[in-house]
């Protein structure tokens, strides 16, 4: 196996298959961005005079190629090949010649896989942030389009007040909103310009790192060569903490449903295609996608944890130990993309009980509040009118003329089941989605 620091002695195998592992097959999801990071970096030595306008040119051109046998699929990893980094230099030496071996001049792997983790986790959380907005929209629709539908609303797992269809599908929206702004932070993060701080210590040629940050499009650089060296582990580490904030609300919605499709309540349904059934009871109709949801969602917030373990108690530098954060942080991304999508999916399906206060006197109690609060407006102390109705309540005497939509109850304050605040909600989410 061909490494870039093989000074003329060979690991033996135990060693290679215990310190690589994986590495190899996580690799190639960087092998666009390995590109792209060393054609900037030779256009950089060209400037400052380590390489020729010729041999620029065929490097260019060369990398040019790999680029576009890495977009239609077609890269692979030779056995010789130990990463993504050392292939490209391979078939940048096989190719041509000694020029291939000049790429590496003025960087070291630590920041060249800091350069490709960067651009890989930029353009990963701008994915992120469109299937959000995506799913963000969703949400808002179906806020709007049930906000007339009643739904019991639970503290406590006991029911409690009138909530509404619009404001439970509202909420996931706003949340959503909030989690924007953690993706937002990441990004922030990951868009900083690594290369040049080499090792973490720099390098004695005349780097122009500015030229670098421009050709990759970083909103800025990692000024402090030790501080880029360092952000190795907080980049993945911001990242996943955006994606425990979102895995967070999406295992909430998917618990709800849980709980919304089980018969004893029967809010929301879905058709059979989207549900399971049982091998013996043939009248079941179990929410299996919203269940694996929750536990994959579950799975993803754990994943901030497992980073800050892995890299706790490290000094400044780079460590060996960094290279299994791939291994945690790259398969996560995949699952929070399927997760994103699989919830889309299951709303663009979704199935609205809207006759639910019709089916029971269950949800009768819901309306006390709004007993207490009408007595309160006509003149009776508040203290005396919560007595009054819960006594009603313990004999049996209570009753509430039942609203059969939403704008029969006089909620009006913003955010309340009257007051969606729709807009204000869509602004937020807008505002949190500018880079």
């Given at each position: 196996?061909?490494?870039?620091?093989?000074?003329?002695?060979s690991?033996?195998e135990?060693?290679e298959d215990?310190?690589?592992?994986?590495?190899?097959?996580?690799?190639?999801?960087?092998?666009k961005?390995?590109?792209?990071?060393?054609k900037?970096?030779i256009?950089?030595l060209?400037?400052?005079?380590?390489?020729?306008?010729?041999e620029?040119q065929l490097l260019?051109k060369?990398?040019?190629?790999?680029?576009?046998?890495?977009?239609?699929?077609?890269?692979?990893?030779?056995d010789e090949?130990?990463?993504?980094?050392?292939?490209?230099?391979?078939?940048?030496?096989?190719?041509l010649?000694?020029?291939?071996?000049?790429?590496h001049s003025?960087?070291?792997r630590?920041?060249?896989?800091l350069?490709?983790l960067?651009?890989?986790?930029?353009?990963?959380l701008?994915m992120?942030?469109?299937?959000v907005?995506t799913?963000?929209?969703?949400?808002?629709?179906?806020?709007?389009?049930?906000?007339?539908v009643?739904l019991?609303?639970?503290?406590?797992?006991?029911?409690?007040m009138?909530?509404?269809?619009?404001?439970w599908?509202g909420?996931?929206?706003?949340?959503l909103?909030?989690?924007?702004?953690?993706i937002r932070?990441?990004?922030?993060?990951a868009?900083?310009?690594?290369l040049?701080?080499?090792?973490?210590y720099?390098?004695?040629?005349?780097?122009?790192?500015?030229?670098?940050?421009?050709?990759?499009?970083f909103?800025?650089?990692?000024y402090n060569?030790?501080?880029a060296?360092m952000?190795?582990?907080k980049?993945?580490?911001s990242?996943?903490?955006?994606l425990?904030?979102?895995?967070?609300t999406l295992?909430?919605?998917?618990a709800?449903c849980?709980?919304?499709m089980?018969?004893?309540f029967?809010?929301?349904?879905f058709?059979?295609?989207?549900?399971?059934?049982?091998?013996i009871?043939?009248?079941?109709k179990?929410p299996?996608?919203?269940e694996?949801?929750?536990?994959?969602t579950?799975r993803?917030?754990?994943v901030?944890?497992?980073?800050?373990l892995?890299?706790?108690?490290?000094?400044h530098?780079?460590?060996?130990?960094?290279q299994?954060l791939k291994?945690?942080?790259f398969?996560?991304?995949d699952?929070?993309h399927?997760c994103?999508?699989?919830?889309?999916?299951m709303?663009e399906h979704i199935q609205?009980?809207?006759?639910i206060?019709?089916?029971?006197?269950?949800?009768?109690?819901?309306?006390?509040?709004?007993m207490?609060?009408?007595?309160?407006?006509?003149g009776?102390?508040?203290?005396?009118?919560y007595?009054?109705v819960?006594i009603?309540?313990?004999?049996g005497?209570?009753?509430?003329?039942?609203?059969?939509k939403?704008?029969?109850?006089?909620?009006?304050?913003?955010g309340?089941?009257?007051?969606l605040?729709?807009?204000e909600?869509?602004?937020?989410?807008?505002k949190?989605s500018?880079?």
């Amino acid at each position: 196996m061909q490494t870039l620091w093989n000074k003329g002695t060979s690991a033996t195998e135990i060693v290679e298959d215990f310190t690589v592992s994986n590495d190899r097959t996580l690799d190639l999801k960087l092998a666009k961005y390995d590109v792209l990071g060393s054609k900037a970096h030779i256009a950089m030595l060209t400037k400052i005079g380590l390489l020729d306008a010729s041999e620029e040119q065929l490097l260019q051109k060369e990398l040019s190629l790999i680029l576009n046998t890495i977009e239609k699929g077609n890269f692979i990893l030779e056995d010789e090949a130990e990463d993504i980094h050392s292939q490209i230099e391979i078939l940048l030496t096989r190719k041509l010649g000694d020029i291939g071996k000049k790429i590496h001049s003025g960087r070291s792997r630590n920041d060249q896989v800091l350069v490709d983790l960067k651009l890989y986790m930029r353009d990963e959380l701008d994915m992120l942030s469109q299937e959000v907005q995506t799913l963000f929209a969703q949400y808002q629709q179906l806020s709007e389009q049930y906000k007339e539908v009643l739904l019991p609303g639970y503290t406590h797992a006991q029911v409690a007040m009138p909530s509404s269809f619009g404001l439970w599908f509202g909420a996931y929206a706003e949340s959503l909103a909030d989690d924007m702004i953690m993706i937002r932070a990441a990004r922030k993060i990951a868009d900083q310009n690594p290369l040049g701080s080499a090792a973490g210590y720099g390098s004695s040629f005349p780097l122009d790192r500015a030229m670098t940050t421009s050709l990759l499009h970083f909103s800025e650089m990692h000024y402090n060569v030790i501080a880029a060296q360092m952000s190795r582990s907080k980049t993945e580490k911001s990242f996943a903490m955006a994606l425990a904030a979102l895995a967070s609300t999406l295992n909430k919605f998917a618990a709800d449903c849980c709980m919304y499709m089980c018969t004893n309540f029967h809010f929301i349904s879905f058709p059979d295609s989207l549900t399971t059934g049982s091998s013996i009871m043939p009248h079941k109709k179990n929410p299996d996608v919203w269940e694996v949801l929750r536990a994959k969602t579950n799975r993803l917030q754990s994943v901030q944890n497992e980073i800050a373990l892995l890299c706790a108690n490290h000094p400044h530098g780079y460590h060996r130990d960094y290279q299994l954060l791939k291994d945690i942080l790259f398969p996560a991304i995949d699952m929070m993309h399927s997760c994103i999508k699989m919830c889309s999916y299951m709303l663009e399906h979704i199935q609205v009980n809207d006759h639910i206060l019709k089916d029971s006197s269950l949800y009768d109690p819901m309306f006390t509040v709004e007993m207490v609060n009408n007595m309160v407006v006509a003149g009776t102390p508040f203290r005396d009118a919560y007595k009054e109705v819960g006594i009603a309540v313990q004999e049996g005497r209570f009753s509430f003329t039942k609203p059969e939509k939403t704008s029969d109850l006089k909620h009006t304050h913003e955010g309340s089941i009257g007051n969606l605040c729709t807009e204000e909600i869509k602004k937020k989410m807008e505002k949190a989605s500018k880079w």
